[in-house]
């Protein structure tokens, strides 16, 4: 991570938590020993990343520094080691899209020209500040590739034509749904199910007619009762 570099801080707003982020730190604080609180930096650097509107300036890096007690360069040693901090601004929309091998094969290369072409450059706002868009290493959805993460949410096998639309999509003001952009369940093989697709398996009507479960074991012989031992 030694080649990202911090925002010039000439444009820095002041910033302070609100009530809301130290709500959301304490309750992290609190699955960390009393003389371990700095364990909390990294989600109470994620907590301030998105009240920053989702990146990190360096009076958010301080605030946190001074939330849990670590000298600021501590803080500001750990902030560029992950690529889930940003350290400049990003759009409304930001767009970390995976270049690792398994998306790359599924055609993350094509995905990255849709970017180009309808965002802008890379690790750059858009006009208007609605987009941006990062190219990063496996966000752990291979077999859905390719994929984009954009802002919270997974937007897994897409083509260069649903890509598009997820922007076209954005850009107007409606929500696209995340998820697999193929017929699939979750992460399940592409297409529709070929097991198990008897409707009757599902609606009940199977239980009714089972007077005993099938193969179950023989319940024990009964036994009597020899009544208190002398």
Same mark, same amino acid.
């Given at each position: ?69 670590? /000298?600021?360069? +501590?803080?500001?040693?750990?902030? =560029?080691?992950? %690529?889930?901090?940003?350290?400049? &601004?990003? @759009? ?78 954005? /850009?107007?003001? +409606?929500?696209?749904?995340?998820? =697999?952009?193929? %017929?699939?369940?979750?992460?399940? &093989?592409? @297409? ?39």
């Amino acid at each position: 991570m030694s080649g990202r570099r911090y925002h010039h801080p000439e444009s820095h707003d002041t910033f302070a938590l609100s009530e809301d982020s130290e709500r959301q730190i304490a309750w992290w604080e609190q699955k960390y020993p009393s003389d371990r609180r700095q364990s909390v930096v990294i989600p109470a650097l994620w907590i301030a990343q998105k009240q920053n509107g989702g990146w990190l300036s360096e009076p958010t890096l301080r605030a946190v520094a001074d939330r849990v007690g670590m /000298a600021y360069i +501590r803080v500001y040693e750990v902030a =560029p080691f992950y %690529t889930m901090f940003n350290l400049e &601004p990003v @759009g409304r929309w930001h767009f970390q899209l995976c270049g690792t091998t398994p998306c790359m094969l599924r055609g993350a290369e094509q995905l990255k020209s849709v970017c180009e072409r309808k965002i802008g450059p890379k690790g750059k706002v858009s006009p208007g500040g609605q987009f941006s868009w990062v190219e990063v290493e496996c966000l752990g959805a291979c077999v859905n590739a390719p994929m984009i993460q954009i802002n919270d949410y997974y937007f897994e096998d897409l083509t260069p034509e649903t890509l598009e639309q997820v922007i076209e999509d954005f /850009a107007a003001g +409606r929500s696209p749904r995340p998820g =697999p952009y193929v %017929t699939r369940q979750t992460s399940a &093989p592409a @297409g529709p199910a070929v097991t198990l697709t008897d409707p009757a398996l599902y609606d009940g009507s199977r239980a009714e007619k089972l007077s005993a479960i099938p193969n179950a074991p023989a319940p024990p012989p009964a036994t009597a009762d020899a009544g208190p031992s002398s």
